[in-house]
């Protein structure tokens, strides 16, 4: 059974930092493309960024370009979603997103597995 497990989210400062983490099970994901995306309060889900299954390639979304960065560690089938100056504006449940295809898409719709999520709250 495929899984995507996320974990790291919880409440921070402004100005801070958090690590996301996605484990994946079920299979291997080396030859995916991951992604995370969020979903703000009363919002509709959005891409947050991608990367490549060799991960060599990522997108991010403008809002957090610069902010955050995206990882991958195939050996273990995880996918990290480092945040720093965060803002209020980055609270929003935290989604990973997994699909059989090599490059990123930012379309919600592209991806086949999906995590529970993790709340990510930050605090002004």
């Known amino acids: 059974q495929v899984q995507l497990v996320e974990s790291g989210g919880g409440l921070v400062q402004a100005g801070g930092s958090l690590r996301l983490s996605c484990a994946a099970s079920g299979r291997t994901f080396r030859t995916d493309s991951m992604a995370w995306f969020r979903r703000p309060p009363g919002k509709e889900r959005e891409f947050v960024g991608g990367i490549s299954w060799t991960g060599a390639g990522a997108l991010y979304a403008d809002s957090v370009k610069g902010r955050f960065t995206i990882s991958r560690d195939n050996d273990r089938n995880t996918v990290y979603l480092q945040m720093n100056s965060l803002k209020s504006e980055d609270t929003a449940v935290y989604y990973c997103?997994?699909?059989?295809?090599?490059?990123?898409?930012?379309?919600?719709?592209?991806?086949?597995?999906w995590g529970q999520g993790t709340q990510v709250t930050v605090a002004s």
């Open positions: 997103a997994a699909d059989r295809r090599w490059y990123v898409v930012d379309g919600a719709n592209a991806y086949a597995y």
